[in-house]
């Protein structure tokens, strides 16, 4: 295939294209890897080291901010942030719905009430008119995830804030590079949360994470927080504790890796962005809605997600051919059984029910190759043409979910 469309009735190469490919990025970098890794060893600071303070620093300057403070997930980001400024039992805090259950069960974790919100129906991301009917006295912050890679409505959420007194934790943990109107990603808000899980854009060997913000008591807040709140950690007497703290660090061999990695992710995005906007070309037409297109950096691509009527049928014909694709996510949050309590039901939020029958995402990855997206827009296209032959009455019966082993 080259850049035109092929011919309505090919079908792919057999090649076979993972949904994504770790190993690739870590051959390019491998010498360097080793050498960090054997200095890290060699001075045996594991934990808390020169690398940790050094990716903090670096990692602010990146992101445009005054502080960044390592921790050890995206789900510790995200609890200490929320820690920090205060959320306690009681309070309510607007989260997605259509997100990953880290986003909510950061907020239980504190005694607090995830209060659900919809997607837009044009979109991914929360939709800031629904979150608005839904403050209450109680509520107290607003989590925007910026999901797949692209922004949220900052815009709109911004002003939600500031007109209820709410703050803003921003979950960056899909979106790590991405813009909003030339700003960072995470540098919005109160804070900005980053997962570092290897399938991210920036990814650690392992897990990992930051909280990035311009509010100096409270990085020192989340600093203290982070190491089991020992005094010591601002100053103070060790082995004294003001606060109950959590046992939350970036260890020093992600940070060395990821010292590494973080100049190189303006690059890697922008590959991922070119393929975005190939696929783009390949697949117009094609009658599957396709994510929003962005040649600013605002969409960088964690995920390249369809939303397509017989979504089941469409990942069959994918899988048959040996082309990796992943669900995200397969059940939105107020119907899982972790948040039954809350009393939802189906049909709450139907923008967000609709979006997790329809979503399915297909490969996407810096190194990926153009021979490899043109052979899954080919797939794509060929059952797309078959479809349009058939009707949709002759559509591939949807089958039971399938496992989906892709952590984000």
Same mark, same amino acid.
Request: glycine residues 10%; contains cysteine.
């Given at each position: 295939? =080259?850049?035109? /469309?092929?011919?309505?009735?090919? %079908? @792919?190469?057999?090649?076979?294209?993972?949904? +994504?490919?770790?190993?690739?990025?870590?051959?390019?970098?491998?010498?360097? +890897?080793?050498?960090?890794?054997?200095?890290?060893?060699?001075?045996?600071?594991?934990?808390?080291? !020169?690398? *940790?303070?050094?990716?903090?620093?670096?990692?602010?300057?990146?992101?445009?901010?005054?502080?960044?403070?390592?921790?050890?997930?995206?789900?510790?980001?995200?609890?200490?942030?929320?820690?920090?400024?205060?959320?306690?039992?009681?309070?309510?805090?607007?989260?997605?719905?259509?997100?990953?259950?880290?986003?909510?069960?950061?907020?239980?974790? $504190?005694?607090?009430?995830? *209060?659900?919100?919809?997607?837009? !129906?044009?979109?991914?991301?929360?939709?800031?008119?629904?979150?608005?009917?839904?403050?209450?006295?109680?509520?107290?912050?607003?989590?925007?995830?910026?999901?797949?890679?692209?922004?949220?409505?900052?815009?709109?959420?911004?002003?939600?804030?500031?007109? #209820?007194? $709410?703050?803003?934790?921003?979950?960056?943990?899909?979106?790590?590079?991405?813009?909003?109107?030339?700003?960072?990603?995470?540098?919005?808000?109160?804070?900005?949360?980053?997962?570092?899980? !290897?399938? /991210?854009?920036?990814?650690?060997?392992?897990?990992?994470?930051?909280?990035?913000?311009?509010?100096?008591?409270?990085?020192?807040?989340?600093?203290?927080?982070?190491?089991?709140?020992?005094?010591?950690?601002?100053?103070?007497?060790?082995?004294?504790?003001?606060?109950?703290?959590?046992?939350?660090?970036? &260890? %020093?061999?992600?940070?060395?890796?990821?010292?590494?990695?973080?100049?190189?992710? &303006?690059?890697?995005?922008?590959?991922?962005?070119?393929?975005?906007?190939?696929?783009?070309?390949?697949?117009?037409?094609?009658?599957?809605?396709?994510?929003?297109?962005?040649?600013?950096?605002?969409?960088?691509?964690?995920?390249?997600? $369809?939303?397509?009527?017989?979504?089941?049928?469409?990942?069959? #014909?994918?899988?048959?051919?040996?082309?990796? =694709?992943?669900?995200?996510? !397969?059940?939105?949050?107020?119907?899982?059984?972790?948040?039954?309590?809350?009393?939802?039901?189906?049909?709450?939020?139907?923008?967000?029910?609709?979006?997790?029958?329809?979503?399915?995402?297909?490969?996407?990855?810096?190194?990926?190759?153009?021979?490899?997206?043109?052979?899954?827009?080919?797939?794509?296209? @060929?059952?797309?043409? /078959?479809?349009?032959?058939?009707?949709?009455? /002759?559509?591939?019966?949807?089958?039971? %979910?399938?496992?989906?082993? #892709?952590?984000?």
């Amino acid at each position: 295939m =080259t850049d035109g /469309k092929p011919g309505p009735g090919s %079908e @792919a190469s057999g090649v076979s294209v993972p949904f +994504i490919d770790l190993t690739a990025q870590h051959r390019s970098l491998q010498a360097d +890897i080793f050498a960090a890794l054997q200095q890290v060893f060699e001075s045996s600071a594991f934990v808390m080291g !020169p690398n *940790v303070t050094s990716f903090e620093e670096e990692m602010a300057r990146f992101c445009g901010v005054e502080h960044a403070v390592g921790v050890a997930s995206g789900t510790d980001a995200l609890m200490l942030s929320l820690a920090a400024l205060g959320i306690k039992p009681g309070d309510e805090v607007l989260v997605p719905s259509f997100t990953y259950t880290a986003t909510a069960a950061a907020v239980c974790h $504190l005694g607090a009430r995830p *209060v659900f919100v919809d997607s837009l !129906p044009d979109g991914f991301n929360l939709d800031p008119a629904d979150a608005e009917r839904r403050v209450t006295p109680k509520t107290r912050a607003i989590i925007p995830v910026h999901l797949y890679g692209e922004a949220a409505p900052m815009g709109e959420v911004l002003s939600l804030a500031q007109a #209820h007194d $709410l703050r803003v934790v921003e979950d960056v943990a899909q979106a790590a590079g991405g813009r909003w109107q030339g700003k960072m990603l995470g540098s919005l808000g109160s804070t900005g949360c980053f997962s570092f899980y !290897p399938t /991210k854009n920036l990814a650690a060997c392992g897990d990992g994470g930051a909280v990035i913000t311009n509010d100096g008591e409270l990085a020192d807040r989340i600093r203290l927080l982070r190491q089991q709140a020992d005094a010591a950690v601002l100053g103070g007497r060790k082995y004294y504790h003001p606060a109950v703290g959590y046992n939350s660090r970036l &260890d %020093e061999i992600h940070a060395a890796i990821l010292r590494l990695k973080l100049p190189q992710l &303006d690059g890697w995005n922008q590959l991922r962005i070119a393929h975005a906007e190939r696929y783009a070309r390949l697949l117009s037409g094609s009658g599957i809605a396709l994510p929003a297109r962005s040649a600013d950096g605002s969409h960088v691509y964690c995920l390249y997600t $369809l939303r397509c009527a017989d979504r089941d049928g469409l990942r069959r #014909h994918l899988t048959e051919r040996n082309i990796g =694709t992943a669900i995200y996510y !397969p059940l939105p949050l107020h119907l899982q059984e972790a948040y039954s309590n809350l009393g939802h039901k189906s049909g709450d939020l139907p923008v967000a029910e609709r979006l997790a029958e329809q979503v399915l995402s297909i490969p996407i990855y810096p190194e990926l190759a153009d021979t490899q997206i043109d052979t899954v827009a080919e797939t794509i296209l @060929a059952m797309a043409a /078959k479809g349009a032959e058939t009707g949709p009455d /002759k559509r591939a019966e949807i089958g039971p %979910e399938e496992r989906v082993t #892709h952590e984000l």
